[in-house]
């Protein structure tokens, strides 16, 4: 298919803005990943070395959670539109031994992003401002003293629910990128294959010849 | 903050045993809310002895001064006026750490160290390993510790660890004038309290009886109090003190088992690596070639 169309061999997916807006989101979460870790369960208490000790780890977290709740809205705002879910995106989830085993011909086809990274970005708009309004409430010196104590203690875990499940749902996004090849470009260089958008994205990449969207 | 070393029962944060090798009698301090005049000596014996002084506040048309708990102020007398058995009552409670043996502090606290247990029942704050997260005050079901605006670190009662450690009673003990205030060992404390109970009901106090609540697996600091099946009439003592559930699931069964689900997901990644392999594009180096 590619060989008869060769003006350009990779094509656009991500502008500069969007890959630095990712990676600001990228390096604020694993800040908060482990900061925030560090003071869940004792035995990664000793990720509070990265931050200069268990004092400044807890000063900072909650400020690069802000941060984080910015950068991440700039992102879902550009592209909620593009993970809205399709019937075809039912199918690709009840085929999901399909995905995992990488046959990934068997599939319904699949546009922009599939159903995996659409429910990846589904679960980040519910947990991301649950984890920030959370993080007010739990906010020592600021903001905790002006709760109840019952709402302190709810708050404290339902932000610890949420970044569990969000950490999982990461662990899971970064596996996909490096598990599909030719993936980690997109948001590096900006650019992917024709062969990979082909194959992973075919809707999206017959509207892209069409000059429909990019 | 004491010398005791060897008896360290439970740390904050710590998964293996503290060196817990020296078993020392677990002691108690006996409130009698019923001879306690309000006088609050022990109010300033407590400052006295840990050199603290509360800054000098405005009256509210009440006695009690502080106001509240403050990082300074370990101990405060509470006043409330009720309606009893058809008479005024002015109940005075001396307030402050209750020393539970099932601490929620502890619980709640992510920092090692910054909270201790000792085998005598005493639970300590060590300050200099606090964070300033506040999790020990969402853990303490008696509302207790309270965060310094001046260091961010928390402070309450030690029950005097550093004097009981080298034979001494705590300092709101020794200047109690009524005796309302006693310290011994938990065993002694609690026959002790029987006796006054007794005879508080003989006088008519029919629902006299000891605060040592078991929902907190007892305290090291307990209260006689005349009506003990209204211990709210106290100014709020929770009549059923626990730790709350929230906390229990937030530091308890969530903590590992949260903690393992991460682990074992980032290790289903790389088994699924190893076993069904990358998911590569075919004609990718014909392009690239091309």
Known sequence: ?214 | MALQSLDILRRSATTTPSPQQRQMTEVAKLIDVTKCIGCKACQSACQEWNDLREEIGINEGSYQNPHDLTANSWTLMRFAETEQNGTLEWLIRKDGCMHCADPGCLKACPSPGAIVQYSNGIVDFHEEHCIGCGYCIAGCPFDIPRLSKKDSKVYKCTLCSDRVAVGLEPACIKACPTQALVFGSKEDMIEHANDRITDLRERGFENAGLYDPAGVGGTHVMYVLHHADQPQLYNDLPKDPTISPVVSVWKGIMKPLATAAMALTALAGFFHYVTVGPNETEGDDEEHSA
């Open chain 1, 1 to 214: 298919m590619s060989a008869t169309t060769r003006p350009s061999l990779l094509l656009p997916r991500y502008s500069a803005g969007q890959r630095l807006n990712h990676w600001i989101t990228a390096i604020t979460f694993l800040l908060l990943t482990f900061s925030g870790l560090a003071l869940f369960h004792p035995s990664l208490f000793w990720f509070t070395q990265f931050f200069g000790g268990g004092t400044w780890t807890r000063i900072l977290h909650p400020y690069i959670g802000v941060v984080m709740f910015v950068s991440f809205s700039l992102l879902a705002l550009q592209f909620w539109r593009h993970n809205l879910l399709s019937r075809n995106d039912l199918h690709w989830l009840k085929q999901i031994k399909d995905v995992v085993r990488n046959r990934e011909d068997r599939l319904p086809e699949v546009d922009r992003y599939n159903a995996g990274q659409k429910l990846l970005f589904w679960t980040m708009i519910a947990t991301i401002p649950t984890l920030l309004i959370t993080g007010v409430v739990i906010w020592r010196p600021w903001f905790a003293p002006y709760f109840a104590i019952d709402t302190v203690r709810i708050a404290a875990l339902v932000h610890a629910v949420c970044a569990f499940v969000m950490i999982s749902g990461i662990i899971v996004h970064i596996y996909a990128a490096l598990w599909i090849k030719g993936t980690i470009g997109a948001m590096v260089r900006g650019t992917v294959t024709r062969a990979w958008a082909a194959k992973h994205h075919p809707g999206w990449y017959r509207r892209v010849l069409r000059g429909e969207d990019h």
